[in-house]
């Protein structure tokens, strides 16, 4: 059936309903994805490279440094930054050492057994 200037009322309803998704905001969406065991257990198994992405990034940021700023000081490539600050990569021992120094930081690892 067609509905406003000649689009089908399917489509309207379908586009509002995606227009309704884009409205909602981070902490409903986490809500629901956290319902989805399969997305908890993703979540469990990247938790690592996800914090180190996150505390790459604002060390980065508050010291005021692009990408390729840091891969200078690192002596390593801008890609590589940018791995690891999308978590795609877990980054060695002696990267996270050099990184500590380089931004004035410290490395501290605990294992807990």
Known sequence: MNGINGINDNYIDKLI?????????????????????????????????????????????????????????????????SRVERAQTTPSLSFLKRLADVLGGSLQVQLRI
């Open 17 to 81: 309903q995606f227009c309704d998704n884009l409205s909602m905001n981070w902490k409903t969406y986490r809500k629901k994805l956290l319902k989805n065991p399969k997305f908890v257990e993703a979540l469990k198994e990247t938790e690592l490279e996800y914090e180190i992405a996150r505390t790459v990034i604002k060390a980065r940021i508050d010291r005021g440094l692009s990408q390729q700023q840091l891969a200078e000081k690192l002596h390593t490539r801008q890609s590589v930054i």
